[in-house]
């Protein structure tokens, strides 16, 4: 057993025995006081060790918690190191959407290039998707993992325009005037369409003139995930700090609504798989038996990574060992990473809905669709990044003027959520490649004795 897994082991059996103490005993005891804070320093040790940043974001979001309980008087003093980080993270999304958009759009929408190969791969990819976040959609309104929570009176002010709006306004609403305009407001849907738009505009000129503008979009691109890498590193100091906030305003009750989003998410993950997935597999045929042992290794590593791009060398050569060719897996598999997300769409609506829970706003089903379909615009063009999808939920949010403070409470827990998500990412998309090869009647499966 490695240094760093056995010191693990011993701070998650104190903080057990810290979090036990709490409920069954006097939490101001000094047995209890004296539990969490050694589990805090054998986490300290733990992290000094293991040197991850997963590591110290959850390390942090327990100090927090202890924070919270013990020295309340600090925590509320400790909101403005999570408005930091919040601040941060929002400068990301608009150069974020519109690089990754175009890049997405304009790279790969040359309707002369792509031909029938592409539009059967567009089509499939928002079928999939969309089922996808109703799946998440449906789940957490069944579980209700937010109700119950109480946030601070001046949250709870916070009202939902979009149930304000009429029909006419929403429509209106969704179309930029000012692209300048809507980046300084945050209106990421307007940021989205205007995103598409221009992509599209951009496939449809000559080369020469496209070319520039396209590096310019893909060097933005990845310099803002860079940006984002940047900001990561104060992740762990604004998620205790909001951990901390949050556990003086709403005591340890919060916890219990995390375990049950986490479980939310989870079976609505096994259902997408079995409902969609599985189907999906017996219409075309599938050989399960060669897939699943093909994708064993990219998902692992997905898992074990929370990034779907560290799987895509793996994933597209095992595509390729069980007979779809190398064209097909080639134009299939990246698209994909930019417009068939299943797992990371599935876990922003059904976390949206959850925020919106949190802050006690019961939003209609026409909000809620009105949210979904936002959602399925803004999760295209966001890679398989550690933490990105919290710069799409975080402009969602903002969009339908809902609070952050619930989702710093959900990215105490979401490292667990991202495994999941993430190999359900490079499931569907391993998937992907097989449907369009079959579509194409070009899969030709490696003959076995």
């Known amino acids: 057993m490695s240094k760093p897994f056995y010191w693990l082991i011993i701070a998650l059996v104190l903080?057990?025995?810290?979090?036990t103490s709490m409920y069954f005993a006097d939490p101001s005891s000094y047995f209890s006081i004296i539990t969490r804070w050694l589990?805090?320093?054998?986490?300290?040790?733990?992290?000094?060790?293991?040197?991850?940043?997963?590591?110290w974001i959850f390390i942090s979001m327990v100090i927090g918690a202890f924070v919270g309980i013990d020295f309340p008087e600090v925590a509320e003093n400790s909101k403005v190191l999570s408005s930091i980080f919040l601040k941060l993270i929002k400068t990301v999304i608009a150069p974020l959407l519109f690089g990754t958009l175009v890049v997405g759009i304009a790279g790969h929408a040359n309707l002369k290039q792509i031909g029938r190969m592409g539009i059967k791969s567009l089509i499939y990819f928002e079928i999939v998707t969309t089922i996808a976040l109703f799946i998440?959609?449906?789940?957490?309104n069944i579980?209700?993992?937010g109700r119950g929570i109480t946030l601070p009176s001046s949250i709870e002010k916070m009202d939902n325009v979009v149930q304000k709006?009429?029909?006419?306004?929403?429509?209106?609403?969704?179309?930029?005037?000012?692209?300048?305009?809507?980046?300084a407001e945050g209106q990421i849907l307007q940021i989205v369409i205007f995103s598409i738009l221009f992509g599209i505009a951009l496939a449809m000129v000559n080369e020469a003139k496209r070319v520039p503008i396209l590096d310019f979009a893909e060097s933005l691109s990845e310099v803002m995930f860079k940006f984002t890498n940047i900001i990561m590193y104060f992740a762990p100091v604004g998620v205790g700090a909001a951990v901390a906030y949050t556990i003086a305003h709403m005591g340890l009750d919060v916890m219990a609504n995390l375990i049950k989003l986490l479980l939310t998410l989870y079976a609505a993950l096994i259902a997408?798989?079995?409902?969609?997935?599985?189907?999906?597999?017996?219409i075309i045929k599938l050989p399960f038996k060669a897939f699943l042992n093909a994708i064993a290794e990219p998902v692992s590593i997905a898992f074990a990574t929370t990034s779907s791009?560290?799987?895509?060398?793996?994933?597209?050569?095992a595509m390729e060992k069980i007979g779809v060719p190398r064209k097909i897996v080639s134009f299939v598999m990246p698209t994909g990473?930019?417009?068939?997300?299943?797992?990371t769409t599935l876990y922003l609506a059904l976390a949206s809905v959850f925020v919106a829970q949190a802050a006690g706003i019961e939003m209609s089903w026409g909000a809620q669709l009105i949210m979904v379909f936002t959602l399925m615009l803004t999760s295209k063009g966001v890679a398989g990044v550690p933490r990105a999808s919290l710069v799409i939920l975080l402009g969602t949010a903002a969009s339908f003027n809902l609070p952050a403070e619930p989702i710093f409470v959900i990215l105490a827990i979401d490292s667990l959520m991202d495994m999941a998500r993430t190999s359900v990412n490079v499931i569907g998309n391993c998937l992907a490649t097989v449907v369009i090869a079959k579509w194409e009647k070009e899969f030709n499966p490696p003959v076995t004795d």
């Open 136 to 140: 998440g959609l449906a789940a957490i």
């Open 337 to 343: 990473y930019s417009f068939n997300l299943d797992g």
């Open 15 to 19: 903080l057990l025995s810290a979090i």
């Open 309 to 317: 791009e560290s799987a895509l060398p793996k994933a597209m050569e």
């Open 39 to 55: 589990s805090v320093l054998l986490f300290i040790v733990y992290g000094f060790k293991n040197q991850s940043l997963t590591a």
């Open 272 to 282: 997408f798989i079995l409902l969609v997935l599985v189907p999906v597999g017996l």
């Open 165 to 183: 709006q009429t029909a006419e306004d929403i429509i209106l609403h969704i179309f930029p005037e000012n692209i300048a305009k809507s980046i």
């Open 143 to 145: 579980s209700g993992a």
